[in-house]
């Protein structure tokens, strides 16, 4: 008997469907290699989800979301959707689907490529070899605090509010995942937190260091504030090896560290924490190329690869498409964000492509 898995396959907005129909590609070929039955069930997701149904979540999705083995998410949002109710907008489904399937822990791997050094923003020696992982907490912080929302006070004028809030056992949970992981690489942790003026990081601070006493003293624990973090990061990336940081201090923060390997197009990330987890590139919709087949589809298929790690136990997979996408990089091929001089300059269909012709011989 073959092993079968599902997995609900939300495209998204934007570029969302087109760097996930080069992953669905990658999961038909690795499918077909290893003999497994996939069962893709695609659904729709943020803009799309608003359009079909009136909610960027809907039922339909969340629950397909739920019964599957994984998710794979391209990526939501877009102009059109920038006014209407904070509640209707695209980016709320991919908070409702981390909150619903409890996946308190992203993991952001910033690795660079060795034939992307010359394609990051810093040179090439402070970059070579470089290989962090942000662990981002995904379900508390800023993100979900309350009392949040916009009211109108007496003599009309509007006051906006988010609330930053953690609780003790949020915070050990995720400063467990953060260790654990550690434990498996090069056992140091840097906690990146705001706590000379932000109680609630004050209090992450404190916890952070309570656990790494009581649990991972074998783990080097540093701590650092978010902006000289986010300098740091330019300065001396390599200083780093796992990050472990807040909801919305990891969200910049990864963005930033993107930059580090040639382009947000490469970053994958896996949600983990409850029984089904979720894989999806770091970056958005990125309207300004969607529908013109420019998109770097690295990151999502990257981020399958996280996914056969993570959840279908398959860690050979994911070590096949990094091998993969090393030698198509190697060879010259480049997408317009990582393009530089002397390469070969290829559309997100083409890299798809590349990588299913390259997987095939691999596998
Ligand atoms: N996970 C998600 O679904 C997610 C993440 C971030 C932003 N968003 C949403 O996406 C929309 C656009 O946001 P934004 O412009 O701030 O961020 P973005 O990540 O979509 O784009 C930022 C820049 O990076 C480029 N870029 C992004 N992904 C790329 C790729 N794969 N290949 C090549 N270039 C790429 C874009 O062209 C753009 O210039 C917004 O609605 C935002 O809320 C969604
Ligand atoms: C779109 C938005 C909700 C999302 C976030 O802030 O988490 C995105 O920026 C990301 O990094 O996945
Ligand atoms: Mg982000």
């Known amino acids: ?22 992953a669905v590609k990658v999961l038909r070929v690795v499918e077909t290699r290893l003999g497994l039955k996939l069962n893709l069930n695609e659904k729709p ?57 409890n996946l308190f822990a992203n993991l952001r791997p910033a690795k660079v490529f060795r034939a992307l050094t010359e394609a990051s923003t810093l040179k090439p020696e402070v970059v070579e070899g470089l290989d962090i992982l942000v ?28 609330t930053l809030v953690y ?9 467990k995942v953060a260790f654990d992981v550690a434990l498996k690489r090069n056992k140091k942790v840097c906690s990146v937190d705001k706590a000379n003026v932000l109680e609630a990081t004050g209090l992450w601070r404190e916890v952070v260091t309570d656990l790494h ?29 796992v990050i472990v940081t807040t909801n919305m201090f990891g969200d910049i923060l990864s963005d930033e560290a993107s930059m580090l390997t040639g382009s947000i197009g490469m970053l994958p990330s896996a949600s983990l924490g409850g029984k ?35 959840s279908l136990d398959r860690e050979d997979v994911n070590t096949a498409l990094e091998n993969v996408v090393e030698s198509i990089l190697e060879a010259g091929y480049r997408t317009k964000d990582i393009m530089s ?11 798809g492509d590349l990588v299913v012709q390259a997987l095939e011989k691999k596998l």
């Open 1 to 22: 008997m073959s092993q079968e898995y599902t997995i609900a396959v939300l495209p998204g907005d934007g570029i969302g469907p087109e760097v996930t129909a080069e």
């Open 45 to 101: 997701v943020g803009g799309a989800g608003y359009e079909a149904t009136g909610h960027p979540l809907p039922g339909e999705t969340l629950e397909a979301a739920k019964e599957a083995d994984a998710v794979l998410l391209g990526a939501v949002g877009g102009p059109q959707w920038e006014t209407i109710d904070f509640s209707l907008r695209p980016e709320r489904a991919l908070l409702g689907l981390r909150s619903e399937l």
């Open 135 to 162: 662990v981002r907490e995904l379900t508390g912080g800023i993100y979900f605090g309350e009392p949040r929302g916009v009211v109108t006070l007496q003599g009309g004028e509007r006051r906006g509010t988010n």
């Open 167 to 175: 609780t003790e056992s949020e915070i050990v949970r995720i400063a």
């Open 213 to 241: 006493k009581k649990e991972f003293s074998g783990v080097e624990l540093s701590h650092m504030y978010v902006d000289n973090a986010a300098m740091q990061l330019v300065r001396n990336p390599k200083q780093f090896d």
């Open 276 to 310: 089904t987890a979720m894989y999806e590139p770091i970056h958005g919709s990125a309207p300004d190329i969607a529908g013109k087949d420019m998109a770097n589809p690295l990151a999502t298929i990257l981020s399958v690869g996280m996914m056969f790690k993570y």
């Open 341 to 351: 001089k002397g390469m070969k300059e290829v559309g997100c269909k083409e890299m």
